[in-house]
T-cell receptor, first 115, second 115 residues
Framework: NAGVMQNPRHLVRRRGQEARLRCSPM?????VYWYRQLPEEGLKFMVY????????ESGMPKERFSAEFPKEGPSILRIQQVVRGDSAAYFC?????????????FGPGTRLTVT | AQKITQTQPGMFVQEKEAVTLDCTYD???????LFWYKQPSSGEMIFLIY??????QNATEGRYSLNFQKARKSANLVISASQLGDSAMYFC????????????FGTGTRLLVSP
């Protein structure tokens, strides 16, 4: 039983480049959450997706950030034209459903460094 | 809106002693869940313990127990018989148990266990 997989684990981008972060949920899970952890802070919710649907993106910055969870393949968090302030750890979590009492299982995170 | 407050940026404890990490919360939802996560220096988020708002008894998981005081809106984590491997960041989090369930995290407490 593989857990939540995230890749890459570490990503270095220069300012202005694009960053693509991938998340494969646990088997049987169709709900994915993305969280961001800035240095020395707690995790902050970004977006919640089901297969092919964005359910809640209230925590996503209005510009440069997008997320998708296609019918096939991993969920992708895309950051265009990265800036130094995007340097953070990005965590993905999955659950078998969005409502009801289900635990969210976290992946190991992707550490993004913008130089 | 939900809010988690962790007022202890850092805590020190000697090996084999017990330690309490404080967490207070604020929510208008009648049904909610409270979580504690451990984040070691390697960065992953490790689920420790869960308490539901309607649970009559305090949750326990091995050396971890959650001191839930609903009227005071507190959900303190108690670690008994501390071990060197308990040194880590600890995050309190909550979510509503109805509707879409994003987790709201506190700012964390850094625990250092000394020999």
């Amino acid at each position: 039983n593989a857990g939540v997989m995230q890749n890459p684990r570490h990503l270095v981008r220069r300012r202005g480049q694009e960053a693509r972060l991938r998340c494969s949920p646990m088997k049987g899970h169709s709900h994915v959450y993305w969280y961001r952890q800035l240095p020395e802070e707690g995790l902050k919710f970004m977006v919640y997706l089901q297969k092919e649907n964005i359910i809640d993106e209230s925590g996503m910055p209005k510009e440069r950030f997008s997320a998708e969870f296609p019918k096939e393949g991993p969920s992708i968090l895309r950051i265009q034209q990265v800036v130094r302030g995007d340097s953070a750890a990005y965590f993905c979590a999955s659950s078998p459903a969005g409502t009801g009492i289900y635990e969210q299982y976290f992946g190991p995170g992707t550490r993004l460094t913008v130089t | 809106a939900q809010k988690i407050t962790q007022t202890q940026p850092g805590m020190f404890v000697q090996e084999k002693e017990a330690v309490t990490l404080d967490c207070t919360y604020d929510t208008s939802d009648p049904s909610y869940g409270l979580f504690w996560y451990k984040q070691p220096s390697s960065g992953e988020m490790i689920f420790l313990i869960y308490q539901g708002s309607y649970d009559q008894q305090n949750a326990t998981e091995g050396r971890y127990s959650l001191n839930f005081q609903k009227a005071r809106k507190s959900a303190n984590l108690v670690i008994s018989a501390s071990q060197l491997g308990d040194s880590a960041m600890y995050f309190c989090a909550m979510r509503r148990n109805t509707g879409f369930q994003k987790l709201v995290f506190g700012t964390g407490t850094r625990l250092l266990v000394s020999p």
